[in-house]
């Protein structure tokens, strides 16, 4: 297997999901998957991962999983209604001592992960690794003006 490894610049820091979409273009559906996980998401954060990473019909079949953080109570629930949308997706949350309360939102352990693997094959083996910086928000993901 070929690994690739790409700086981050402070010149492109919106635009590391366009390699994502490339490499979803090019691989088939049918046996591929996307793990992701992410500390927050934000409903303008998932919009814009999901323009960025969009290969048409491809991205329609593919098998989608996603883990989203909630502490300091960043994440929007309508980024994760919207996650949970997509054609072939399954999202969780994680949450600290397995319960959802005001605890949750400062409770360790952190979830902090900004992580994307895209598996392919009968083995789910990882044939593109993308971690970074930004979280699945529109703060993270939006251009430059």
């Known amino acids: 297997m070929t690994h690739y490894f ?14 994502l979409g490339r490499a979803l273009r090019q691989l088939p559906s049918q046996s591929s998957v996307v793990r992701a996980g992410f500390a927050y998401a934000t409903l303008g954060g998932v919009q814009q991962f999901c323009t960025r990473t969009n290969g048409g019909e491809a991205w329609k079949q593919i098998e989608k999983n996603f883990i989203i953080g909630l502490h300091h109570a960043i994440t929007e629930p ?9 054609p072939h997706s399954t999202v969780r949350v994680f949450l600290p001592k397995n319960r959802l309360s005001l605890a949750t939102f400062t409770a360790a352990p952190v979830f902090h992960p900004k992580v994307i693997a895209l598996c392919t094959g009968a083995s789910r083996s990882v044939r593109f690794l993308q971690a970074g910086s930004a979280n699945m928000t529109s703060a993270a993901l939006a251009s430059p003006p």
């Open 78 to 86: 309508s980024a994760l209604v919207e996650l949970s949308e997509l």
């Open 6 to 19: 790409y700086p981050a610049s402070d010149e492109q820091p919106n635009q590391h999901f366009d390699r």
